[in-house]
């Protein structure tokens, strides 16, 4: 896979690469122990790293049927796969299928089922811990509802969490999407939900690992 960097982190980035270089250079200069430089010099690469880490955008294809799949929006950990009601646009009973992202995780959201965006909205919210079941209706958000080449409509949730304070969403109503497109970005850590039909076909299991765009998380059934 081809890794790049992702166009929401490079201002950060190059701002937190001028800022280190400065406090470093200010710090080697007046301090007359160097080897405690040194050891700052080495945190602040430590933390560079972690940094572009999360803003990584590795370029991704899946391999499956896109006709019926429903593929991972992010990379991360299954924390909730459960029925539930939706109550903001599917109005109805669905599965719930959660992924939580840590900082360690790439933050790109891909588009998980091809098909035609039939909503998009964005709502202010607290910023709960993302773990948390009520972080889903209560935490600042953004709701997409994509209809399904299946005749199914499927909406994907991006949350915000305790540590994450941006979401940013792509896709616009009336745009045709495909599983290898980005949907948006949520900055430093979060989780995103899916909402599924009650017959969809479930291919993973809390505590599974999935990765956005690759992984095959469940298979719709044609309606």
Partial sequence: MRVKIHHEGRNI?????FILAVVNATAYVIMSYKIISYIFMGISLVLFLLVVNFFRSPRRHFRGDVADAVVSSVDGTVVALEEVYEDEYLHARAI??????????????????????????????????????KSSTENERS???????????????????????????????????????????IKFGSRVD????????????????????????ARLKQH
């Fill in 13 to 17: 980035i190059f701002m937190l690469l």
């Fill in 194 to 217: 899916i909402f599924l039909p009650l017959d969809t076909e479930i291919l993973v299991k809390l505590g599974d690992k999935t990765m956005g765009g690759v992984t095959q998380i």
């Fill in 96 to 133: 719930q299928l959660s992924v939580f992202m840590t900082v360690f995780n790439v933050h790109a959201n891909w588009v998980p089922v091809e098909g035609e965006v039939k909503y998009v909205k964005h709502h202010s919210g607290r910023f709960l811990s993302a773990y948390l079941p």
């Fill in 143 to 185: 709701t997409v509802v994509i209809g399904t080449r299946c005749g199914s409509d499927v909406l994907v949730r991006q949350i915000a969490g305790a540590i994450a304070r941006r979401i940013v969403t792509y896709v616009e109503p009336g745009d045709k999407v495909c599983v290898e497109q980005h949907m948006g970005f």
